[in-house]
C-alpha cells in the first residue's frame, strides 16, 4: 500500500546531516505498510538521528545506514523488500534497497553526488530521483540491476513518485517552459506528458497495476484538483465533490490544503532549482 505522506521529506544528497533542526528522541514516523502488517518509517536515536526501521510483527528492526549517521524508509513491497534513502560515508544521501538476510544496498546515483528511492512495484522495481550534477536531478527506474534516467520534458528537473508490477513509473517532470508536469514513463514508449485540467502544473502521484493514474493538476483558474488518467481520458475529481453550500467555505479551505499535501513538493536542493507551479 503505497502511503502519501506530506510530512515525509523528499531529500538529495546536497540536504546534509546537519542541515535541519534535531528531532526529539523517540519521535517515529511510519511512511508505508504492506499487506503482511509490515510498516517501515524512521524513528530518531536517542542522538537526534533519525533512523530507517521496519516494524514487523510487533519487533522493531533498525535497517542501519550506508556508513552515514542517517536513514529513512520510504516503502515496502508484498515482498518485504524495503527502499529509502541513506547517508553514505561522505554524507551523501543515496537510494538504497533492504533485503531481509541481505541488508542495505546502495542504488547508485545518475552521475550526480546523490539519490532518493520512493517507491517499488511487487515485482521490485525500484523508483525515486537522483543527482545528474550539482544543480539537477532526474527521476529513475531501478531494475535490481542499473539505475536508468527517464529525462525530462524539456526542462531541467524530474523526479518519481510511483512505480506498478509491470514497471510503468510516473511523477512529475519541469518542460521547457519551466512547468512542473504529469508524467507516464514507459519502457517502450519512453516519457510521455499528461494534460493538465486546464492549467499549466500537474503532477502524477500513484499508478495500479492496470495503468490507472491518479494525482493533483491546476485548472485555468489555478487551482489544485485531483485527477484520474485511464490512458485516454482526464477526469477531474475535485469537479465531482457535491459542494453543500453551508459548508462550501470549510470545504473549500479543506480541498486546497488536501490538493497541496497530495501532490508532491518537488525535491530541493542546495541551489534551490525548483520547478515552477
Not at 530507517?52 to 518485504?80: F, V
Not at 467555505?249 to 480541498?255: F, K, L, N
Request: hydrophobic share 40%; net charge positive.
Amino acid at each position: 500500500m503505497k502511503m502519501l505522506v506530506a510530512a515525509v521529506p523528499l531529500l538529495l544528497s546536497l540536504h546534509h546531516a546537519d542541515a535541519r533542526p534535531p528531532a526529539p528522541a523517540g519521535e517515529t514516523a511510519i511512511n508505508d505498510v504492506n499487506a503482511a502488517g509490515d510498516m517501515v518509517g524512521e524513528n530518531v536515536d536517542a542522538g537526534g538521528n533519525r533512523r530507517a526501521m521496519l516494524s514487523r510483527q510487533g519487533k522493531m528492526i533498525a535497517l542501519g545506514t550506508l556508513g552515514g549517521a542517517e536513514s529513512y524508509a520510504t516503502a515496502i513491497n508484498d515482498a518485504g523488500t524495503v527502499i529509502g534513502a541513506a547517508l553514505d560515508e561522505a554524507n551523501a544521501w543515496r537510494a538504497f534497497l533492504y533485503e531481509p538476510g541481505r541488508g542495505m544496498r546502495d542504488l547508485g546515483t545518475l552521475g550526480g553526488r546523490g539519490s532518493s528511492a520512493t517507491a517499488i512495484g511487487s515485482t521490485g522495481i525500484v523508483a525515486g530521483y537522483a543527482d545528474v550534477n550539482e544543480r539537477d536531478y532526474h527521476a529513475f527506474v531501478h531494475d535490481g540491476t542499473r539505475m536508468r534516467d527517464l529525462g525530462t520534458l524539456g526542462g531541467r528537473t524530474s523526479y518519481a513518485t510511483d512505480v506498478n508490477a509491470s514497471g510503468t513509473v510516473v511523477g512529475a517532470a519541469q518542460n521547457a517552459a519551466g512547468h512542473r508536469r504529469a508524467f507516464v514513463w514507459r519502457a517502450d514508449t519512453g516519457l510521455t506528458e499528461l494534460p493538465t485540467l486546464g492549467g499549466k502544473a500537474g503532477v502524477a502521484t500513484a499508478v495500479n497495476d492496470r495503468g490507472v493514474v491518479v494525482g493533483a493538476s491546476t485548472t485555468a483558474k489555478g487551482y489544485w484538483h485531483a485527477f484520474m488518467y485511464d490512458g485516454k481520458r482526464m477526469v477531474d475529481l475535485g469537479a465531482q465533490v457535491p459542494w453543500v453550500t453551508p459548508m462550501r467555505r470549510a470545504s473549500a479551505a479543506t480541498a486546497r490544503c488536501w490538493a497541496r499535501c497530495v501532490r508532491v513538493s518537488p525535491p530541493s536542493t542546495i541551489s534551490s532549482t525548483s520547478m515552477a507551479a
